[in-house]
């Protein structure tokens, strides 16, 4: 009952926050920290061994669908000097603080914590961030940051945890780990990648080829995992695999199905994730009822040194990352002012990846004995989580607004308004090679010209002529009303045909297939 709850709240809380203004990402929390204080909300143990490998396979499959490796590549450098490093920073720090504050806290669990609490949250930072308007460089290297800080993060966590578990550790086995855990975890996704990618086009049918795509980032981690490779790095690669060798441009049905698959499946596991925030936060208040005031005192230790770390990084990172990427590239995707660097550091929000990391702690060592601390441990994430999430998810509009960081939107029209003209070139060029092929008949040639003399407006109103623009308005307004009109009429036809379902003499296997044939057309 519990999690269908927690799904309905996800449901909820994405129109919920179009009404009022605010990120799904920041009303799932609030709604996980209401959850926390309803005296009827029972205690739920989770096994930490199935939190990663249920929650962050799709979360980070669904994350990377709306990228591509091509892009990263071309800004490697921004995404390590200001991304990467950073994690590696922001661990040091948070483990040196935790270690000196908590009492009985292992360098070793320290490291664990800095480590799950360093990678902001791509969901969460692209959501939010989305909806301001910012620089499309900016929500670019926001992502980027997110899905590499969450692979970086991820392996140090992973060997911090295996340290406290086992109490040895080496720095030459460390680096050897970190290594191979890479190479296996990219030949895994590479090979995952070719194999489903040859299974799909086996498959042909934009349905099952949704179903396998939602088995591919489970198999990918899970493979990674068994192998001693990074799961989230394997689903990664895997991803960026299929985006670049699944692109059929005759695909409509099948781009259409999989983006409303992953845009539900990444909203409910959200969702789910931030529901168990506050069952969790529930348990935990109840076993350190006794010193709720030192693990706030050490909670806000560690969020200052999360939230002041990423500035005193970027600042001088962002310099530095400017002059020499500017020296290769003039459009770098590097913040070009002190103030969209500031937003950088404001949009730095933690969350589902940092969930899921505290909740996997595991919950005794090697000994049999409990874990140090784990549910310190667990109480500081969970409050640098929510104080980034909803302080900085709910201030960030403001911080925007004042600074006057805005997207470059006559940068972005010149940009759509040369795919225009470029998609009704090769629009037009391929009807002169089938006509020079077939001879096509004078009146379907005139007839199919027309039709195409208005796509390049249509594609972006920019583009054309004035007159043609003009032209295409008028022809624009009469489509409208000649698709609101036969909108109307296919919608009393469908209503035709599921009444239908109503008489016990219509088979309805027949009325579904008519339904079906029906609702395509529609969408055309």
């Keep these: 009952m519990l999690l269908i709850l927690v799904l309905l709240g996800a449901l909820i809380t994405v129109p919920l926050g179009d009404r009022l203004g605010l990120p799904a990402p920041v009303l799932m929390t609030l709604l996980g920290i209401l959850m926390a204080v309803l005296p009827f909300v029972p205690d739920v143990n989770v096994p930490p061994g199935i939190v990663l490998p249920l929650l962050l396979p799709p979360l980070l499959y669904a994350a990377s669908r709306g990228t591509s490796w091509r892009q990263f590549a071309a800004q490697w450098r921004p995404i390590f000097l200001l991304a990467v490093a950073l994690v590696f920073v922001t661990t040091a720090v948070v483990a040196a603080v935790a270690h000196a504050l908590v009492p009985g806290l292992p360098l070793?669990?320290?490291?664990?914590?800095?480590?799950?609490?360093?990678?902001?949250?791509?969901?969460?930072?692209?959501?939010?961030?989305?909806?301001?308007?910012?620089?499309?460089?900016?929500?670019?290297?926001?992502?980027?940051?997110?899905?590499?800080?969450?692979?970086?993060?991820?392996?140090?966590?992973?060997?911090?945890?295996?340290?406290?578990?086992?109490?040895?550790?080496?720095?030459?086995?460390?680096?050897a780990e970190f290594a191979l855990s890479a190479v296996v975890a990219v030949l895994v996704g590479l090979g995952l990648g070719w194999l489903s990618a040859k299974l799909m086009d086996l498959l042909g049918d934009a349905t099952l080829q949704v179903g396998l795509s939602l088995l591919v980032p489970f198999v990918s981690y899970a493979v990674a995992d068994e192998?001693?490779?990074?799961?989230?790095?394997?689903?990664?690669?895997?991803?960026?695999?299929?985006?670049?060798?699944?692109?059929?441009?005759?695909?409509?049905?099948?781009?259409?199905?999989?983006?409303?698959?992953?845009?539900?499946?990444?909203?409910?596991?959200?969702?789910?994730?931030f529901g168990l925030i506050g069952l969790e936060l529930h348990a935990v208040l109840g076993v350190e009822?006794?010193?709720?005031?030192?693990?706030?005192?050490?909670?806000?230790?560690?969020?200052?040194?999360?939230?002041?770390?990423?500035?005193?990084?970027?600042?001088?990172?962002?310099?530095?990352?400017?002059?020499?990427?500017?020296?290769?590239?003039?459009?770098?995707?590097?913040?070009?002012?002190?103030?969209?660097?500031?937003?950088?550091?404001?949009?730095?929000?933690?969350?589902?990846?940092?969930?899921?990391?505290?909740?996997?702690?595991?919950?005794?060592?090697?000994?049999?004995?409990?874990?140090?601390?784990?549910?310190?441990?667990?109480?500081?994430?969970?409050?640098?989580?929510?104080?980034?999430?909803v302080v900085q998810g709910l201030t960030l509009p403001w911080l925007v607004s004042r600074l006057g960081v805005q997207a470059d939107t006559a940068a972005e029209r010149e940009l759509?308004?040369?795919?225009?003209?470029?998609?009704?070139?090769?629009?037009?060029?391929?009807?002169?090679?089938?006509?020079?092929?077939?001879?096509l008949?004078?009146?379907?040639?005139?007839?199919?010209?027309?039709?195409?003399?208005?796509?390049?407006?249509?594609?972006?109103?920019?583009?054309?002529?004035?007159?043609?623009?003009?032209?295409?308005?008028?022809?624009?307004?009469?489509?409208?009303?000649?698709?609101?009109?036969?909108?109307?009429?296919?919608?009393?036809a469908r209503q035709e045909v599921l009444e239908a379902r109503r008489d016990p003499r219509a088979d309805p296997a027949v009325v579904s297939r008519v339904l079906r044939r029906l609702d395509a057309w529609s969408l055309r």
């Design 416 to 439: 759509e308004k040369r795919l225009a003209h470029a998609a009704a070139k090769a629009a037009k060029r391929r009807l002169r090679e089938i006509d020079e092929a077939e001879d």
């Design 441 to 492: 008949p004078e009146e379907v040639l005139e007839q199919l010209n027309r039709r195409m003399l208005g796509l390049g407006p249509r594609l972006s109103p920019e583009a054309g002529e004035e007159e043609r623009r003009e032209a295409y308005e008028a022809r624009a307004r009469r489509a409208a009303l000649v698709r609101r009109v036969q909108g109307e009429m296919l919608s009393a």
């Design 227 to 273: 192998l001693h490779g990074s799961g989230v790095l394997a689903v990664l690669t895997c991803a960026f695999y299929l985006a670049d060798r699944t692109l059929d441009a005759d695909d409509v049905m099948g781009r259409f199905a999989a983006r409303t698959f992953w845009q539900v499946v990444e909203t409910l596991v959200t969702g789910v994730a």
């Design 289 to 389: 009822a006794d010193r709720v005031g030192p693990l706030l005192g050490w909670s806000a230790a560690v969020v200052a040194a999360v939230v002041l770390v990423r500035l005193l990084w970027l600042l001088p990172a962002a310099w530095v990352a400017k002059k020499t990427e500017g020296r290769r590239h003039e459009d770098s995707e590097i913040p070009l002012s002190w103030r969209e660097t500031v937003v950088m550091w404001w949009a730095g929000m933690r969350g589902v990846a940092s969930v899921a990391l505290a909740l996997a702690i595991p919950l005794t060592l090697a000994d049999g004995s409990p874990f140090p601390e784990r549910t310190a441990i667990v109480f500081i994430a969970f409050a640098v989580i929510l104080v980034t999430l």
């Design 108 to 175: 070793a669990a320290a490291v664990a914590l800095g480590a799950l609490v360093a990678p902001p949250d791509p969901v969460a930072a692209t959501a939010v961030a989305g909806r301001l308007g910012l620089p499309r460089r900016m929500v670019a290297l926001l992502e980027g940051e997110g899905l590499f800080n969450d692979v970086t993060a991820i392996v140090l966590y992973h060997v911090a945890i295996a340290a406290a578990v086992t109490g040895t550790f080496s720095w030459p086995g460390a680096l």
